[in-house]
């Protein structure tokens, strides 16, 4: 049993120390080697900017505002802002502030994914670029994944979201973990394609926009993906940036179950990303469908330490119970250099559990997708946005 015990620790070990530390390794170790790149070309074209919103009465002036600020020709952009049957005064405030470009669709209510569908079918721009309610744009933004777009190999590009700096440690955390996500997909980026978008900035071809199925959570994989497979690339632009305010952590769990039960329902609707003939699976492969099984090996190693020999068993057992015992305590705990340990392990093992509550999520939605809710720091403390 010893044997069992010691080589299932060993699996498990090694796969955790791949998806955590080796897989990211191997993008930077193979993207000095091999870099694909892409011919930046600025060729105005027109734009259809989609925004779709539920309940967002807090954020419509200031996101009206930053798209006022874009530097692109106001003459190539159409505003298309879908209300998704709100209920505070979101149709009200985008008429009193509205661009004249604007025009505002009132749907009933039917999820974030009929939103989306509902404003590609009014956009009648070459390129859609998708934003959400909350995120302030950089000015320059949009130029820049235009000018990606140049490249005729490039089907979609996103943008980078930037994590303002937040008032506690658990926000520092999850900026420290975007900023982690971020170093990912720009080496994936540099290797060719990267296996989705950020929602909350990107572009593509208007003429690679599929219809959004209505249950699927992450559309900002599903519109990639579905260009992807046409033969074109997904890349990450640095230069095009959306700026949000720290989120507290149990609004990034939340976020973290719904997005992990969405690549089970993108493993779903693409079955050939795992197929290794194709160049994404590794990439897929090792980002996204490892972090479904994280906490799998998680649970593994524990269970398997117990069977371990002396004095290994021990010393498992002991490192595991002081890391998870710190995440526990965390909230108790003050003080500088403790406190950053303990807010980490804890960040860490409320996200890892994000991914073991996703299929429950899966299977309780019975496929709807609707909309997100976030609690967002500092600066509106205690308001509830749908993004």
């Known amino acids: 049993m010893q044997g069992v015990a010691t080589s299932v620790f060993a699996a498990s070990a090694v796969f955790v120390s791949y998806v955590l530390a080796g897989y990211p390794l191997a993008l930077a170790l193979r993207s000095r080697l091999r870099t694909t790149g892409f011919q930046r070309r600025w060729m105005p074209k027109t734009v259809s900017i989609v925004v779709p919103i539920h309940n967002g009465e807090p954020w419509i002036q200031q996101k009206l505002e930053s798209i006022a600020e874009l530097d692109y020709p106001p003459d190539l952009m159409q505003i298309v802002l879908i209300d998704d049957g709100s209920t505070d005064r979101t149709a009200e405030l ?53 000018e990606c777009l140049g490249d005729d190999s490039v089907g979609v590009v996103s943008g980078e979201l930037v994590i303002l700096p937040g008032a506690t440690q658990q926000e520092a955390d999850i900026g420290l973990y975007w900023r982690y996500e971020k170093w990912i997909r720009k080496h994936q980026s540099r290797l060719g394609t990267v296996p989705g978008a950020t929602g909350s900035i990107y572009a593509m071809r208007r003429q690679l926009a599929v219809p959004v199925p209505s ?59 795992l197929i290794p003939a194709r160049g994404m699976w590794f990439h897929f492969g090792s980002h996204k469908v490892g972090r479904l099984l994280l906490p799998f090996a998680l649970l593994s190693i524990a269970v398997s330490s117990f069977g371990l020999p002396q004095p290994w068993k021990a010393i498992a057992l002991w490192l595991q119970a002081g890391f998870y015992g710190m995440a526990i305590v965390d909230r108790w705990i003050s003080g500088s250099t403790l406190k950053r340990a303990s807010s980490m392990a804890r960040t860490f093992v409320v996200l890892v559990g994000a991914a073991l509550c996703a299929p429950a999520f899966l299977l309780l939605s019975r496929g709807r997708s609707g909309w997100n809710a976030t609690e967002v720091q500092p600066a509106v403390a205690g308001i509830e946005n749908h993004t």
């Not at 985008?94 to 004249?100: L, M, Q, V």
């Not at 604007?102 to 859609?128: D, F, H, M, Q, Y």
């Open 94 to 146: 985008i008429r009193r502030f509205a661009p004249p470009c604007t025009e505002l669709v009132e749907v009933p209510r039917g999820g974030k994914a009929a939103a989306l569908n509902a404003g590609i079918r009014r956009a009648s721009g070459e390129i859609l670029f998708f934003t959400d309610i909350r995120q302030r744009l950089d000015s320059l933004c949009l130029r820049s994944l235009v």
């Open 215 to 273: 249950n699927v959570l992450l559309d900002d994989v599903y519109l990639p993906m579905a260009a992807y497979f046409k033969g074109y690339r997904v890349i990450f632009d640095h230069n095009a940036r959306a700026f949000d305010f720290p989120t507290a952590l149990k609004s990034e769990f939340r976020r973290k179950v719904r997005t992990q039960a969405g690549v089970y329902q993108i493993i779903g609707a693409f079955p050939r990303l």
